[in-house]
């Protein structure tokens, strides 16, 4: 039998397992491409035909290539489900629903909670909808079994913080890292967490394993996994930060209590 786990497949993409579930989250597949304010270098880790079946493609926001791109569209619409924010159900597909931080739903016996992210400096221009940057969404999901944190593009350490009191410990979490930078955004002020900034949140969360995303295969993603990977060492929280490679299926850390 599969032992449930993950595959990193790039950028912020990860197919993983939660309940019995097949998940993706930010599906990105396209090869590398030069989108103008944003370039890709190098292709997805898996290709899109050789994924199986997926249950439920999540995505923390619609609105930047390097978290939905042309292929990683393809994918969410081939999934059984979507879920998104209210606003990207349209572009989704029929099958999205759409969550706001705060709601949630239920899919086949996982509870998918949205929870807040801030996409760029906590103090940044707020957009008219009241966003920094854009809108973008985290999940928590919970199963008999696991509870996963996702945390879509965020920089908020407090967010993490309400996080954790609000839902306690969390078996795995899949950070989105990189210290993502682009001049003409907030003059380069990071838009994603940067290592340090992951690993602090790894101890915030009690979090048994951490998997970082959203740290290769992109030009505005300055930090990389061994950045990633020395930060977590210095803020004496390396053990729980999984290094499997791009393209190979990791394990979740069986629950010590189960
Ligand atoms: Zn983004």
């Known amino acids: 039998m599969h032992t449930p786990g993950f595959l990193l497949i790039g950028g912020p993409t990860v197919l993983f397992d939660c309940g019995e579930l097949r998940w993706i989250s930010d599906p990105t597949f396209d090869p590398p491409t030069d ?3 944003l370039r890709k270098t190098q292709g ?5 035909d ?6 439920v493609a999540l995505i923390s926001h619609h609105d930047h290539r390097d978290n939905l791109d ?12 979507a879920v998104s924010p209210h606003h990207a159900t349209a572009v989704v597909g029929e099958h999205a ?5 705060g709601e949630h739903l239920v899919i086949g016996g996982v509870t998918i909670h949205a929870v807040p992210a801030i996409h760029g400096p906590e103090d940044g221009a707020r957009d008219e909808r009241g966003f920094v940057n854009c809108e ?3 999940f928590v999901l919970e199963s008999d079994t696991q509870r996963l944190y996702i945390s879509g593009d965020n920089t908020s350490m407090d967010i993490v913080r309400d996080i954790a009191e609000r839902f306690g410990p969390c078996d795995g979490a899949i950070i989105h890292a990189g210290r993502a930078s682009v001049p003409s955004k907030f003059a380069g002020q990071p838009l994603s967490m940067t290592g340090a900034q992951a690993a602090q949140a790894a101890t915030i969360l009690r979090a048994r394993q951490v998997v970082v995303v959203h740290n290769t295969q992109w030009v505005h993603f300055t930090e990389g996994p061994d950045d990633t990977y020395r930060a977590f060492v210095e803020a004496g929280v390396g053990d729980v930060l999984d290094t499997t490679p791009l393209g190979q299926w990791g394990t979740w850390r069986p629950n010590p209590s189960d």
């Open 97 to 101: 629903f759409g969550l706001a931080a």
């Open 70 to 81: 042309t292929l990683g569209l393809h994918v969410a619409r081939g999934a059984r489900h």
């Open 35 to 37: 989108y103008g304010l």
């Open 50 to 55: 050789d994924l199986g079946p997926i249950d």
């Open 44 to 48: 997805p880790a898996v290709e899109v």
């Open 136 to 138: 973008v969404i985290g």
